[in-house]
């Protein structure tokens, strides 16, 4: 029970709990909640990689944690396909149990230990710094290389798009911080999991594109999800792929623990990262919402500021951002406060795009 202790005593607060009685408020309304304050997808999971998942349910025989080449060789057509990177071979790609958990166990499996720095976005999702504090390892949200300071960080993340701004780096910015990085032995691991989901301006890059990292993965991850782009967030399907080296140290921590990513499950990713066209209706879908949502926020006062890609909007009128939470769950809103991700955040709201056509319509009408 002390060990227990210690441990989650390491961690900061869950932030969602704080946000139960404002949900609470905003499910009395007369019509019912429009619960914007959570990325997860309400739309159906492509019927290709349904069928793919039945096809595959039989299934008796433990996975291998590495996947299967079938697997590893469709994250390499789909980021050659969609992305322009080059040069990545299976050995550079690695199947996970849901992004999440990559995010969360990666210092720990890399040995980053106390007393090491992890840095990562000032304005950004909460689990860089839970992974960090598992292993008691100092942090710093910065987005300034010269702010981190004489200390050499043992791993350094970057998110674009980001979560919770919607921002999206230039090929310029990733590989000035891919340089920075190798110039100094810092494990750069880049989040890419809203990487299809732009909106204005140029698409976002991969960091693993020549034009970033010279053609080479050495001293990269890039960690991608198929939650969002495929709707199968319930399935638990993600991979990391970069530097051979590196995949492969996490490769043997992860082995010994059995994390291992079901073969059902593997199937339906190899379906669904073959499959383009679910993901260009599901980007559709988005974008109608998204433009119903901004010129509803924008006409009740708000200010969106970045919102260029991921599933969010990064609304503010200036105020502390529980008041503006209050202020829409008054009106059966719930939306997450932008402190949950920084302390930049703190006159922000992040609202999520990921509800159905009926519940934006709900939310666009009460903004009205």
Avoid at 116 to 133: K, R
Avoid at 139 to 161: F, M, Q, V
Wanted: aromatic share 6%.
């Amino acid at each position: 029970m002390s060990v227990s202790r210690s441990v989650s005593g390491r961690l900061p607060d869950f932030p969602w709990d704080h946000l139960t009685p404002y949900g609470d408020r905003a499910r009395a309304h007369a019509d019912g909640i429009v619960d914007l304050s959570v990325g997860t997808p309400v739309d159906p999971t492509p019927e290709v990689v349904q069928r793919a998942l039945v096809a595959a349910a039989d299934s008796p025989g433990y996975p291998l944690t590495i996947g299967l080449a079938e697997t590893r060789q469709a994250c390499v057509d789909w980021l050659s396909r969609s992305f322009g990177v080059t040069g990545l071979g299976l050995d550079g790609v690695l199947p996970v149990i849901g992004s999440k958990e990559l995010i969360a166990s990666v210092a720990q499996h890399l040995g980053v230990e106390e007393g090491d720095l992890v840095v990562y976005p000032e304005l950004a999702y909460p689990t860089y710094e839970v992974g960090a504090a598992l292993v008691g390892a100092d942090t710093l949200a910065t987005d300034s290389l010269t702010s981190i300071g004489p200390r050499t960080p043992k791993i350094l993340w970057i998110n674009s798009p980001s979560n919770p701004t919607g921002r999206v780096l230039p090929v310029d910015h990733l590989k000035k911080v891919v340089d920075w990085c190798r110039e100094r032995g810092v494990l750069l691991i880049s989040d890419e999991c809203y990487l299809e989901l732009t909106w204005t301006g140029e698409p976002a890059v991969s960091v693993l594109h020549p034009d970033v990292c010279g053609g080479s993965a050495e001293g990269i991850l890039a960690v991608h999800s198929l939650s969002k782009r495929s709707n199968l967030a319930g399935y638990r399907c993600a991979f990391v792929a970069g530097d051979p080296a590196v995949i492969g140290e996490l490769l043997a921590v992860r082995k010994n623990l059995g994390l291992q990513m079901p073969a059902p499950q593997q199937h339906a990713m190899i379906a669904a990262l073959n499959d383009d066209a679910h993901v260009v209706e599901q980007h559709a879908r988005y974008a109608a919402r998204r433009v119903k949502l901004k010129a509803a926020l924008e006409g009740a006062g708000f200010t969106i500021d970045h919102s260029e890609g991921a599933l969010y909007l990064w609304a503010s009128r200036g105020e502390d951002c529980w008041e503006t939470v209050s202020w829409f769950a008054d009106r059966g809103i719930l939306v997450a406060p932008g402190s949950f991700y920084g302390v930049a955040g703190q006159q922000h709201v992040r609202v999520a795009l990921t509800a159905t056509d009926e519940r934006i319509d709900a939310a666009v009408a009460r903004l009205g």
